[in-house]
């Protein structure tokens, strides 16, 4: 249930889509900064003044903001003009596919929206929240407010999240295949509980100058507001919390939810609060999940479990301008939040370090060493042929590829797609797992394909097409492949693939649809066991294909069971009994009688054991990532396991309150009328009204969304305080169907530069009134390690031109053809990697005017990403083209990127460019400034720019050649937005007119 939307939510929360960062690692982060075309929004500073060249206006004076102080002025300055940019910042509008029947269900504290025949899991949703909603409100305060809850079943995405603009949550209904990072609870009820907290927190910080900033700006306002006061580690790990104290797991009774702190301390590794605050480039540092949880469950040791309400409400107010969350917590606890962060860290280490002194450990044997500079994981390994080893391997520096270690040497096999959750499996020399693929059409709609490949012949093959498929393993006979299935209505079921043409040969039945987990072959290919869920507990399973049925092997429990692995006779798992992920077996003669293997001091993981049975090799967590690590049979302990439940545990202790325990049970099963959900306009919503401007504008946006996502519209209007003139418009996006209807109309000011017939210059002012109307065609596909977008827009734009500079009664009404193409293709980047390794981007724009003149514009621009001499270098080659007559008597707007370090000419017929670009890391200083800025890298660009522009009718050239270096310094300010810091020195090789050859810039790159 977790995510790191970095990349992709890292702006400032107005999406709050963190729920599967530890599940995914950056994946998600991946899928949504990719997808973007490469090309930030970029602001460049010339003496002093900002120039804009594609952010808006109210990003450019909050970064002009940001060298003053953070007093109540700097504050509302900021917040005053980065309210409307979170417009900009939505998930991509019409991502439902358009032949969804979506019906709904309603009480007094929520709406859920859900496709036909979820009638049963959308009332356990409705059910639950209002019993939270009357039962559980103390420990966040008692606001609430009817939310909208959109529940989807086409992703094999296991997330959720709860968003403002509009207040709205939408789940993805496919659970994941992993208990251990989740714990027991059932998929939907574990979302419920954490989206559902997510909403409370909303409404309860909704308070004071957060309130007055709803008011004044709508859901906007509210957004940012909220979390410029509120950490996301309070988000998070109040979530967090609320799955654990009102259920009997949860991640915090599950062992792998602690492991990258255990490691640390273990390590002697103790991080400043910034840093953990911040994140790392360079280091393993857990999120903020586990950050905000082991705060919370501190203070409400310490204090009192509803200690945090009140803290989130002073919050809320601002009743401390400066730093209001942590004057709140000052208020309450006595501890500022960086001495909160010491007090609860220290008792934690104390706990762990006596339990530690307790152990006996396994003398167990590395198989990998544990690297010294870069963070690396070695997972899912597996005894294969000629007694070598396969598996996944990943680190800050390179993606995932499936390594084999034969004889004492590793060598890469093949790479691994991007996936929704690792996994992988061997059987006789061959490979299997799965990978994501999207619609190209609908962003909300997504596949996982089995992968096979032959260590023997060293072919790879996508065995499957457009399925959800999961865990998939080959039989002994390497015939057949069993597999997790969760179709769109989350049925899930075992399938019976053909390995050689991917068709389903059988499918085993799931009655009481049990969530089922890592189905394995036995020995002789004549049952299949598996692991499944049931009312939050697990258990494994034996399906026998002689009798047709399914016997359970072992007791129900809560505690958390992760990957496993058999042989003829044993099964070996990892699981959390301990307190600590250790393995365990049993005899598949004698499943009752389980055995814990393994005694280890932070965790083990996604085990296998050899035919013999004499060794089991697995994944150990260390500060430097998973390490493969060897048990042999003389060193197992072998002793009997007494199963004690998560909720007991004296180490996972929670101080709760009269009101918390496992509610799960206690839900009351009220039925609902179910009615279709089916009008375009249904849902629609003005949940943001952004007001703004400098000192020569003031500028009004009203911004309107349905809950679906596929109808948006704005209305926006500002006044030229100079020149004392209104401009306005509005647009209107209809994306329900394949092909999006896009229209629009506004008034601006215009002032361009022309070529006269007698041969001179002269600038023209006019209005302009637009309207257009158009279709697009947006495509995104996932294909292996490539993030590939496909656009194609044509509009058709009419002109109403007057106003005229000195010629009042002039008219110039015309209509023209605006298309626009682009196309990338974008290699994945590990977490150091500062460009793309390879990939491609092409944009191409024309716009013919439908008059005598021969009006027209063509624009082309292309990006070529290489490999660098280092793997965390990179190479990027840019090119653009332009060609507009200065002699049209209508010119287009003008948006080319000239060659760096000139100023922009004043007008040419033809523009060229060509740039050079090569991109290093130089330091990561992890280090920041009171709040206000944080120091997570430091990079350095060298370029070479050559232009050439050209106007015609002079036979005129003029050549710009430069070259420079820029530093990028990654930044985040405020603790939220991750905003790169730019200086740029530029030499002019052929300078002009007596041009300065040095010129230095300042400018700003946002990844949000």
């Not at 390179?398 to 996936?419: C, F, H, M, N, W």
């Not at 083209?881 to 010119?891: A, D, I, V």
Request: aromatic share 14%; with cysteine.
């Amino acid at each position: 249930m977790e995510n790191d939307r970095k990349r992709a939510v890292s702006t400032i929360y107005c999406l709050r889509m963190k729920l599967m960062d530890e599940l995914y690692g950056s994946m998600l982060h991946e899928i949504m900064g990719e997808l973007q075309v490469l090309g930030p929004s970029t602001i460049k500073i010339v003496g002093g003044f900002f120039s804009l060249v594609s952010l808006p206006l109210e990003l450019k004076l909050l970064l002009r903001s940001m060298s003053a102080m953070y007093s109540f002025r700097t504050f509302t300055f900021v917040v005053f003009f980065i309210i409307p940019f979170c417009s900009y910042t939505q998930f991509q509008i019409g991502a439902h596919p358009s032949d969804i029947e979506w019906q709904q269900i309603d009480n007094n504290q929520v709406k859920v929206i859900y496709p036909k025949g979820q009638d049963q899991k959308a009332a356990r949703i409705a059910n639950l929240i209002a019993y939270m909603a009357e039962e559980q409100l103390a420990s966040i305060g008692l606001r609430t407010k009817k939310i909208d809850l959109i529940l989807q079943t086409n992703q094999v995405l296991s997330n959720g999240y709860a968003a403002l603009s509009p207040y709205r949550t939408e789940f993805f209904g496919t659970p994941p295949q992993s208990n251990q990072f989740l714990g027991s609870i059932d998929w939907l009820d574990a979302l419920t509980i954490h989206e559902y907290r997510h909403a409370l927190q909303y409404t309860n910080a909704n308070r004071g100058i957060t309130r007055f900033f709803n008011i004044l700006q709508g859901q906007n306002g509210w957004a940012v507001v909220m979390n410029l006061s509120v950490p996301d580690w309070f988000f998070e790990g109040d979530a967090t919390m609320t799955e654990t104290v009102l259920t009997n797991n949860g991640r915090g009774r599950t062992p792998s939810f602690f492991k990258e702190q255990r490691a640390l301390f273990q390590n002697n590794r103790y991080y400043s609060y910034p840093k953990a605050r911040n994140g790392s480039f360079k280091d393993l540092v857990p999120d903020h999940y586990r950050l905000g949880y082991t705060m919370m469950k501190y203070a409400r040791n310490e204090f009192n479990p509803n200690i945090w309400a009140n803290v989130l409400a002073d919050a809320g107010r601002y009743r401390s301008l400066i730093y209001p969350f942590s004057g709140a917590l000052k208020r309450h606890t006595g501890l500022k939040t960086p001495a909160l962060y010491r007090a609860s860290y220290g008792a934690l280490e104390a706990q762990w370090n006596k339990q530690k002194a307790s152990l006996n450990l396994s003398p167990t044997e590395a198989i990998t060493s544990k690297p010294l500079r870069v963070v690396t994981n070695y997972s899912w390994p597996n005894f294969s042929i000629d007694s070598s080893i396969v598996y996944l391997k990943s680190s800050f520096q390179k993606t995932p590829a499936i390594y084999q270690l034969k004889d004492g040497r590793s060598e890469e096999v093949t790479t691994v797609g991007i996936s929704t959750q690792q996994f992988l499996s061997e059987q006789n020399g061959h490979l299997a797992w799965t990978e994501l693929r999207t619609d190209p059409r609908w962003a909300n709609r997504s596949y996982s394909v089995i992968m096979t490949y032959d260590l023997t012949s060293m072919t790879k093959k996508e065995l499957t097409h457009n399925t959800k498929f999961f865990s998939p393993e080959f039989s002994n006979s390497m015939e057949q492949i069993v597999a997790v299935e969760v179709t769109d209505n989350l049925q899930v079921s075992l399938q019976i693939i053909d390995a050689g043409t991917g068709k389903t040969q059988r499918i085993i039945k799931n009655e009481l649809n049990d969530f089922i987990s890592f189905p394995k072959w036995t020995a002789d290919d004549q049952a299949i066991i598996y692991l499944a869920k049931r009312n939050s507990q697990l258990a494994f399973f034996r399906y026998n294909f002689s009798t047709d049925n399914s016997e359970q092997l072992t007791e129900w429990t809560n505690n958390v069971i992760g990957g496993f692995n058999l042989n003829e006779s044993t099964l070996i798992y990892s699981g959390g009994h301990s307190g600590i992920d250790n393995l365990y077996a049993f005899e598949l003669d004698k499943p009752k009688e389980v055995r814990q293997l393994t005694s280890v001091s932070i965790g083990a993981y996604t085990p296998d054991i050899s035919m013999d049975g004499k060794a089991v090799i697995f994944s150990e967590f260390t500060d430097m990532g998973h390490q493969l690590s060897r048990l042999t049979e003389d060193n197992y302990l072998g002793r009997p396991t007494n199963i004690q439940a998560a909720e007991t545990q004296k180490s996972f202790g929670i101080q709760l309150s009269d009101t918390e325990q496992n509610i799960l049970e206690s839900i009351p099963e009220k039925t609902y009328e179910s009615k279709a959900y089916n009008s375009l306009f249904r849902g629609m919503k003005l949940h943001s009204w952004s007001f703004g401007g400098e000192t020569s504008f003031t500028a009004l946006s009203l911004q309107f969304q349905n809950i679906l996502n596929d109808v948006q519209a704005e209305l926006f209007s500002s006044y030229n305080i100079n020149e004392e003139s209104i401009s306005f418009g509005g647009r209107l996006s209809l994306a329900r169907w394949y092909t999006p209807i896009n229209l629009s109309t506004n008034v601006v000011e215009r002032s361009t530069i022309l070529l006269t017939p007698v041969d001179t210059f002269q600038v023209e002012s006019f209005s302009e009134r637009r309207i257009s109307a158009g279709l697009s065609l947006p495509l995104r596909y996932i294909r292996g390690n490539y993030f590939t977008n496909i656009n194609l827009a044509t509009n058709y734009v009419h002109r109403f031109n007057t106003n005229f500079a000195g010629d009042d009664n002039r008219k110039d009404n015309f209509g023209s053809i605006e298309t626009t193409f682009s196309i990338s293709n974008i290699r994945r980047r590990a977490r150091q990697n500062v460009l793309p390794r390879f990939g491609q981007i092409f944009q191409a724009a024309y716009r013919y005017g439908l008059r005598d003149d021969n009006t027209q514009k063509v624009n082309l621009a292309a990006s070529l990403f290489f490999p660098g001499l280092h793997r965390n270098h990179g190479i990027r080659i840019d090119g653009a083209f332009q060609r507009e007559l200065l002699n049209n008597t209508y010119q287009f707007s003008d948006a080319f990127f000239y060659a760096r370090g000139y100023t922009y000419p004043s007008g040419n017929d033809q523009a060229s460019r060509i740039a050079f670009n090569y991109q290093l890391p130089l330091l990561y200083p992890d280090w920041g400034f009171a709040g206000l800025v944080y120091f997570k890298r430091v990079r350095a660009n060298l370029f070479f720019d050559l232009g050439h522009l050209q106007v015609f009718d002079f036979d005129f050239g003029i050549t710009q050649k430069s070259t420079g270096i820029e530093l990028l310094l990654d930044n985040n300010y405020f603790n939220v937005l991750p905003i790169t810091l730019g200086l740029r020195y530029a030499y002019k090789l052929d300078p002009r007119n007596g041009e300065d050859r040095s010129d230095f810039g300042v400018f700003f790159i946002t990844d949000f």
